[in-house]
């Protein structure tokens, strides 16, 4: 089965998006936040790995066997290994720190100490820039909950004189000057830090992270990279901001987080879901009759193809992929009586409500739990795919495309442009309401009982 451990194998074929990534990171003028969106299972981790591979030609965290076999296919790597060191942060790991920044200047400590790359006359000063930055980091932890007291002190005070954050950046930038030490020939000197999975922090330990990297990390030697859901990230600054009206915290926490970021690339979702899911039953699908035959019927124009009833996200496909592994044996066999092309529209049609099965159980499992005892289920999904109205008030939290309503005026409403442009990551989008709106109605219960479990005796 499928896992879903980032890769450095390019799967969904982002070569020139890593390039254009990686050349942004190796040549733009720091201080730089970048940031690379995508929805969760996008492969935002993988494409962070991929760029990583891209700049230095290693990934500490792949395994050897991951990065030996990247090696072998002969991937773009190390492009800007000479000149760029990178570190790696996880911040999800560390999102219960009291100040997550420091978790981050441990990690870079941590990371920098190994004195790789670094002339043998420069070890001597690089482990006192390690000291320095062990010291910092101790002053930033208690300094950080100081911070609006010492600011009101220091401009009460002198308001010529730095503040202690000020001499802090300055500290840190020299430190880090001092690890970075290459040879004369080699001048671009930059510390690149991917900051993957803020998206999965608590709203207070990714607001504090940005917080810190505001304060004291926008270095003339620093180059940031944040893997983020961009929405998800703003709803965690938004919750920080507390402004009542909603409009007005939406906007203001785009806006905090446009100053922060103000370059972000976004991970295209899958271009033709169809042909990735076939690639992955390759994998899954044991019987090598039962794949050729699931996959005619996922590639065939009249099957799943031309429905577009897949969801265009990687990580919900191998989902997908590794459940239709487990249920392929329930496959009917399709009667060697009947003429060819009946019996390729049978095979397709079979591979068809198969699809149906496994997205819902899939993807939408208070609605399979029902199915299973009511047999008339797939009359009301189907009802209700057509606009037609149901009791079902569980189908209310899905989100069905429709053709947009206009007004009076002619302009669409926005209630019909909330539904029918959705976004096609969301997994909410019941995406299989095509599929089944081709097959229509007249579909027997009885079609689905070997599908179901009903009759596995």
Same mark, same amino acid.
């Given at each position: 089965?499928?896992?879903?451990?980032?890769?450095?194998?390019?799967?969904?074929?982002?070569?020139?998006?890593?390039?254009?990534?990686?050349?942004?990171?190796?040549?733009?003028?720091?201080?730089?936040?970048?940031?690379?969106?995508?929805?969760?299972?996008?492969?935002?981790?993988?494409?962070?790995?991929?760029?990583?591979?891209?700049?230095?030609?290693?990934?500490?965290?792949?395994?050897?066997?991951?990065?030996?076999?990247?090696?072998?296919?002969?991937?773009?790597?190390?492009?800007?290994?000479?000149?760029?060191?990178?570190?790696?942060?996880?911040?999800?790991?560390?999102?219960?720190?009291?100040?997550?920044?420091?978790?981050?200047?441990?990690?870079?400590?941590?990371?920098?100490?190994?004195?790789?790359?670094?002339?043998?006359?420069?070890?001597?000063?690089?482990?006192?820039?390690?000291?320095?930055?062990?010291?910092?980091?101790?002053?930033?932890?208690?300094?950080?909950?100081?911070?609006?007291?010492?600011?009101?002190?220091?401009?009460?005070?002198?308001?010529?004189?730095?503040?202690?954050?000020?001499?802090?950046?300055?500290?840190?930038?020299?430190?880090?000057?001092?690890?970075?030490?290459?040879?004369?020939?080699?001048?671009?000197?930059?510390?690149?830090?991917?900051?993957?999975?803020?998206?999965?922090?608590?709203?207070?330990?990714?607001?504090?992270?940005?917080?810190?990297?505001?304060?004291?990390?926008?270095?003339?030697?620093?180059?940031?990279?944040?893997?983020?859901?961009?929405?998800?990230?703003?709803?965690?600054?938004?919750?920080?901001?507390?402004?009542?009206?909603?409009?007005?915290?939406?906007?203001?926490?785009?806006?905090?987080?446009?100053?922060?970021?103000?370059?972000?690339?976004?991970?295209?979702?899958?271009?033709?879901?169809?042909?990735?899911?076939?690639?992955?039953?390759?994998?899954?699908?044991?019987?090598?009759?039962?794949?050729?035959?699931?996959?005619?019927?996922?590639?065939?124009?009249?099957?799943?193809?031309?429905?577009?009833?897949?969801?265009?996200?990687?990580?919900?496909?191998?989902?997908?992929?590794?459940?239709?592994?487990?249920?392929?044996?329930?496959?009917?066999?399709?009667?060697?009586?009947?003429?060819?092309?009946? !019996?390729?529209?049978?095979?397709?049609?079979?591979? *068809?409500? =198969?699809?149906?099965?496994?997205?819902?159980? $899939? +993807? @939408? /499992?208070?609605?399979?739990?029902?199915?299973?005892?009511?047999?008339?289920?797939?009359?009301?999904?189907?009802?209700?795919?057509?606009?037609?109205?149901?009791?079902?008030?569980?189908?209310?939290?899905?989100?069905?495309?429709?053709?947009?309503?206009?007004?009076?005026?002619?302009?669409?409403?926005?209630?019909?442009?909330?539904?029918?442009?959705?976004?096609?990551?969301?997994? !909410?989008?019941?995406?299989?309401?095509?599929?089944? *709106?081709? =097959?229509?109605?007249?579909?027997?219960?009885? $079609? +689905? @009982? /070997?599908?179901?479990?009903?009759?596995?005796?």
């Amino acid at each position: 089965m499928h896992n879903d451990e980032p890769t450095l194998q390019d799967d969904l074929e982002r070569g020139a998006l890593i390039r254009e990534v990686g050349e942004a990171v190796a040549t733009c003028t720091p201080p730089q936040v970048f940031g690379v969106h995508g929805d969760w299972g996008l492969g935002k981790t993988s494409f962070l790995h991929q760029v990583q591979w891209y700049l230095m030609g290693a990934c500490p965290q792949q395994s050897d066997d991951a990065t030996k076999e990247a090696s072998s296919r002969d991937l773009a790597k190390g492009r800007h290994e000479k000149t760029i060191r990178a570190i790696w942060f996880d911040a999800w790991r560390y999102q219960y720190e009291d100040v997550p920044v420091v978790a981050l200047l441990q990690e870079m400590r941590a990371q920098l100490s190994t004195l790789r790359r670094i002339p043998n006359a420069a070890k001597v000063a690089a482990r006192g820039a390690l000291l320095s930055l062990e010291d910092l980091t101790k002053k930033i932890g208690f300094q950080y909950s100081k911070i609006q007291q010492a600011n009101r002190e220091w401009k009460a005070e002198n308001l010529a004189t730095p503040l202690p954050s000020h001499t802090m950046r300055q500290h840190l930038r020299e430190a880090i000057d001092q690890l970075l030490l290459q040879p004369k020939r080699n001048p671009l000197r930059r510390l690149v830090i991917f900051i993957d999975d803020i998206d999965r922090c608590e709203s207070t330990a990714a607001y504090r992270l940005l917080e810190g990297l505001k304060i004291y990390l926008t270095l003339e030697n620093c180059v940031f990279v944040l893997g983020m859901n961009q929405k998800v990230i703003e709803e965690a600054i938004g919750i920080q901001i507390q402004i009542q009206d909603d409009e007005t915290r939406k906007v203001r926490a785009a806006a905090y987080l446009e100053k922060l970021c103000q370059n972000v690339w976004r991970l295209p979702t899958v271009r033709q879901p169809h042909l990735f899911l076939a690639k992955l039953l390759k994998k899954t699908v044991a019987d090598e009759a039962a794949c050729r035959r699931i996959i005619r019927g996922v590639e065939d124009h009249r099957g799943v193809k031309d429905h577009h009833c897949l969801p265009p996200n990687p990580r919900r496909l191998k989902g997908l992929a590794n459940l239709i592994g487990r249920l392929w044996v329930r496959l009917p066999k399709v009667s060697t009586t009947l003429p060819e092309e009946e !019996r390729e529209q049978a095979a397709i049609r079979e591979t *068809q409500l =198969l699809m149906i099965v496994a997205y819902i159980y $899939q +993807f @939408h /499992h208070d609605l399979y739990v029902r199915w299973e005892v009511d047999v008339d289920l797939y009359t009301k999904i189907y009802d209700w795919c057509n606009g037609g109205q149901t009791t079902l008030s569980f189908l209310k939290s899905l989100i069905r495309p429709k053709e947009a309503d206009t007004g009076r005026d002619g302009q669409t409403e926005q209630s019909s442009m909330e539904s029918t442009y959705p976004d096609p990551a969301d997994a !909410r989008v019941f995406c299989i309401q095509s599929l089944i *709106q081709h =097959l229509g109605v007249e579909v027997s219960p009885d $079609q +689905f @009982h /070997h599908y179901l479990g009903r009759d596995q005796t």
